[in-house]
T-cell receptor
């Protein structure tokens, strides 16, 4: 257990459905991340939230809509997805410290949601 | 744009063997480099983090080295065990205000009893 939980663990949806992925961290962190892991591709960063503010959107299509209501929760709202969006979606969190002082910010990952789009 | 390559893509070894996993990156201006482990159907677990000013880090049977100038890192696993079977991912933090990691595709390691 890393202190980061994700629900659901598995999700099958049609292209016209609307669903949401949920991530919760119990580590007192201030930064949260969404990653996409597709077969035979490197892990891709999608979004970064720092102190509830979105600080990174890595050119993600608008059919993926993130929401961060507080530092402990992160959602990924899905609508009109395509079959190529099928992947493992991983959430991570970190302390969210700044670069001053040379600090590092280890990311702790959740177990992921395996999404299949039919 | 930073790119990270891991070789080999898959590796199968008998138990007890020492092995090396390789990682290369295109932009040597990195902040740090991390090695992660991913078990099937699970998230990532951080194994070792090497700062750009460091040459190596050790944790138990694992030793990671970094040669920033040549854009290379290696993960050495001593006396491998079946429980080491997993996918090993290398990730580079290139600095900037966000902790944005660039990952390689990983090496799938199988240690046979």
């Amino acid at each position: 257990e890393t202190g980061v939980t994700q629900t659901p663990r598995h999700l099958v949806m049609g292209m016209t459905n609307k669903k949401s992925l949920k991530c919760e961290q119990h580590l007192g962190h201030n930064a949260m991340y969404w990653y996409k892991q597709s077969a035979k591709k490197p892990l891709e960063l999608m979004f970064v939230y720092n102190f509830k503010e979105q600080t990174e959107n890595n050119s993600v299509p608008s059919r993926f809509s993130p929401e961060c209501p507080n530092s402990s929760h992160l959602f990924l709202h899905l609508h009109t997805l395509q079959p190529e969006d099928s992947a493992l979606y991983l959430c991570a969190s970190s302390r969210g410290v700044g670069r001053r002082g040379g600090g590092t910010d280890t990311q702790y990952f959740g177990p992921g949601t395996r999404l299949t789009v039919l | 744009k930073q790119e990270v390559t891991q070789i080999p893509a898959a590796l199968s070894v008998p138990e007890g063997e020492n092995l090396v996993l390789n990682c290369s990156f295109t932009d040597s201006a990195i902040y740090n480099l991390q090695w992660f482990r991913q078990d099937p159907g699970k998230g990532l677990t951080s194994l070792l983090l090497i700062q750009s000013s460091q040459r190596e880090q050790t944790s138990g049977r694992l030793n990671a080295s970094l040669d920033k100038s040549s854009g290379r890192s290696t993960l050495y696993i001593a006396a491998s065990q079946p429980g080491d079977s997993a996918t090993y991912l290398c990730a580079v933090d290139s600095g900037g205000s966000n902790y944005k990691l660039t990952f390689g595709k990983g090496t799938l390691l199988t240690v046979n009893p």
